[in-house]
Every structure is written in structure tokens, then in C-alpha cells.
């Protein structure tokens, strides 16, 4: 069973940085694009970023994050990472990992059907 769970979420002043994590349950990690989504308090779920399965060569990201997040693969650990930086109190948000058979997800109305439970990151002003 394909599930994703996302962890590293937390607490952090403005100008702060996080890295989150999803590992990916089972042995298919490498055939799945991933995503990172998020949801902002009375807003839709948005994507951040993407990255495309294998060896990851294309990543996709949200105008709001460009230059501040990166996403990266470990296909040895099942792992996918979210690091972020300059954090700003607009970033606070519950951040879901997604994952996706085939090209990277560009929106939400492009995401797999696998989603994490999400993990809360806060930013203080």
C-alpha cells in the first residue's frame, strides 16, 4: 500500500528555515513523482513543488517559493525533502506530500492519489 508520511513540520520565527521529510512506504518510491502541497488557513490546497520520479531531473515550483524551497529525492531511503527557507508568516500551513504516477504534478487539479497526513508549520511575525 502507497503511503506517504510527512514529519519536520514545527515552530519557526520569520527569516527561519525547516526541512520537511515524506518517506514513502514500499518498494515502488523511484516509479512515483512527489509532491509537495499545502493549505493555508481558509484557502485551497496549493502545490510548492514537485519533482519528477527516478532520478528527479525536472522539479517544479510555486511562484510563492521560487528561490526560497527546494525539493530533493533520496530514492536509497524512500525519501522525498521539502527545505525551506526565509521563512514568512504567510508560509504557515499544513504541508502535504503527494505522490504521483507519471510527469510531476504543475497544480492540485494534477496530483496522484496518494497523500501524508500532513504536518503543521507555523511562522511567527
Known amino acids: 500500500q502507497v503511503q506517504p508520511v510527512e514529519s519536520g513540520g514545527g515552530l519557526v520565527e520569520t527569516g527561519g528555515s525547516l526541512r520537511l521529510s515524506c518517506v514513502f512506504s514500499?518498494?515502488?518510491?523511484?516509479?512515483?513523482?512527489m509532491g509537495w502541497f499545502r493549505q493555508r488557513p481558509a484557502k485551497d490546497r496549493e502545490l510548492i513543488a514537485s519533482?519528477?520520479?527516478?532520478?528527479?531531473?525536472?522539479?517544479y515550483y510555486g511562484d510563492s517559493v521560487k528561490g526560497r524551497f527546494t525539493i530533493s529525492r533520496d530514492n536509497d531511503k524512500n525519501m522525498v525533502y521539502l527545505q525551506m527557507t526565509n521563512l514568512q508568516p504567510g508560509d504557515t500551513a499544513v504541508y502535504f506530500c503527494n505522490a504521483k504516477r507519471g510527469p510531476p504534478p504543475t497544480a492540485i487539479s494534477d496530483s496522484g492519489i496518494h497523500w501524508g497526513q500532513g504536518t503543521q508549520v507555523t511562522v511567527s511575525s
Open positions: 519533482i519528477s520520479s527516478w532520478r528527479g531531473s525536472t522539479t
Open positions: 514500499g518498494n515502488t518510491f523511484m516509479t512515483y513523482s
